[in-house]
């Protein structure tokens, strides 16, 4: 089981993450993107962006980094093998631009019990260099009970 | 400045639809991409060991790709303000046939003096939907 102390519990922020333009490239044909914005500079600085952009999910590398740790905490002892992914939401305050140096710090928001499984909620929230927030991504993980 | 005039939808309204085709190569490639490298989307040993009815894609590969009828809808991704999905099913992906998801996009809700839309996405695999609460709100 999870340990209902964790409630609360907020982690120190990551290293910085540098996002690679070509970086965004390779996720946004992994999610099947075909929108000019996450692929081609000229149409992403003729919408004004200062680079190519990333697609709404890329996030979700930044927050890996992150949950990454809560799940090597042994006071947290979320067993990785037993997790399954409940939900997920990004909440952007603007996209994320190639060239952004990005540093993550995550919150466990709740953590409850349910017939045997614990549900964790995680709050990351993503800041840029300028410590402005850029995105909240707040995800739920299901840890299923032993058997 | 976006081409859509907010003034023109109305709830109800069908934003687009798009099949996509996921193959073992879709999820390798997304598991380079994104850095989820948990073998049970790639292995059918592990899948089966831990009691899944296969490989299975990454939940976050079907939400990445979903919501792109939103993304082409509106013509930038950078409009995207929020995006939240349940995983409710697994997409099992055949080893040779692969799996097709297919999604579709409704107008759920006008803020117009915010000028945010919010787009409700409805995404199946074999009849069976596999995503819950898909709500995207869209800066216009």
């Not at chain 1, 692929?39 to 190519?52: C, E, N, P, S």
């Not at chain 1, 996209?95 to 466990?108: F, R």
Request: a negative charge; glycine letters at 8%.
């Amino acid at each position: 089981m999870v340990n209902p102390n964790v409630q609360g519990k907020k982690y120190p922020a990551t290293q910085p993450y540098l996002v690679g333009r070509e970086k965004i490239r390779e996720f946004a044909h992994a999610v099947k993107s075909t929108n000019p914005m996450n692929l081609d500079v000229f149409a992403a600085q003729a919408a004004g962006y200062d680079d190519i952009i990333a697609p709404p999910t890329f996030a979700v590398v930044i927050q890996e980094r992150s949950l990454t740790t809560v799940l090597a905490d042994p006071e947290a002892g979320i067993e990785f093998s037993r997790v399954v992914h409940g939900d997920q939401r990004f909440i952007h305050e603007r996209p994320i631009v190639a060239g952004d140096e990005l540093v993550s710090e995550l919150e466990v928001a709740s953590v409850k019990s349910l017939g045997g499984n614990s549900m964790v909620t995680f709050e990351t929230k993503i800041f840029d260099v300028n410590k402005d927030l850029v995105c909240t991504a707040i995800s739920t993980l299901v840890v299923r009970g032993a058997e | 400045m976006t081409h859509i005039n907010i003034a023109s939808l109305e709830v109800g309204q069908e934003i687009g639809k798009q099949e996509f085709w996921f193959t073992r190569d879709s999820l390798v490639r997304y598991a380079g991409a994104s850095g989820d490298f948990n073998n049970i989307h790639y292995r059918d040993d592990v899948a089966q060991a831990v009691g899944l009815p296969g490989v299975l894609a990454h939940g976050m590969l079907t939400m990445g790709a979903a919501v792109q009828v939103a993304v082409d809808w509106v013509g930038d991704a950078g409009r995207i303000a929020d995006y939240q999905v349940r995983f409710t099913k697994p997409v099992v992906v055949d080893a040779r046939e692969g799996a097709v998801v297919l999604v579709s996009g409704k107008i759920a809700e006008i803020d117009a003096e915010n000028k945010i839309v919010r787009v409700d996405l409805t995404a199946t695999f074999n009849d069976t939907t596999v995503l819950g609460k898909a709500q995207v709100r869209v800066r216009l």
